[in-house]
Structure formats: structure tokens, C-alpha cells
């Protein structure tokens, strides 16, 4: 598999920072990493880094929970059927 430079770049509050790494793919948990490293670069606190990261955490597992809700009581209501994956799609 060819390798590819992955390159990102802040600018801010008078800094420049720049992380590059080269891997066949860089993935979700590499990417986050390297943008917690930005972040760090141009001076945010780490611990400000992990409050944000947990703060997002929470919105979307309440976001998931809301749609979760929202699947079981459109269900509940009839707004979908429910049948075998057989049958004939109308």
C-alpha cells in the first residue's frame, strides 16, 4: 500500500504549528491525537483537551440516546412497519 504525507497545520494567537506523519492511512485515534497535539501546541491546557473531549463525549451519547428514543417510540406508533425481510417492499 503507498504511503501518503498527512499534514496539518494551526495557526493561532501568533503560532504556527505543524504536525506531518506519513502512514498508509491515518485513523480516527491518530487524528484526534495529532489534534490534541495542535491544540497543546498553541497553548491550550491539556487538561482544557480532556474536559472538551469528555464534554463532546456526553453530548453525542445523549444525542444517540435521544434518536434511540425517537427509533423506539416511531416504532411504537406504527410510523414503521415491522415485518419479515422477506416480504414484498410496498
Not at 482544557?48 to 453525542?60: F, K, L, T
Not at 445523549?62 to 428514543?69: L, T
Request: proline share 1%; hydrophobic share 40%.
Amino acid at each position: 500500500m503507498e504511503k501518503h504525507e498527512f499534514v496539518m497545520k494551526v495557526m493561532a494567537y501568533g503560532k504556527t504549528v505543524t504536525i506531518a506523519q506519513v502512514e498508509d492511512a491515518v485513523d480516527i485515534h491518530e487524528f484526534l491525537d495529532m489534534c490534541r497535539a495542535l491544540a497543546i501546541g498553541i497553548g491550550y491546557h491539556e487538561g482544557s483537551w480532556e474536559d472538551g473531549v469528555v464534554q463532546m463525549a456526553e453530548s453525542y451519547t445523549e444525542s444517540a440516546e435521544d434518536k434511540s428514543e425517537q427509533l423506539l417510540n416511531d416504532v411504537l406508533s406504527g410510523k414503521y412497519k415491522m415485518g419479515n425481510l422477506n416480504d414484498p417492499i410496498n
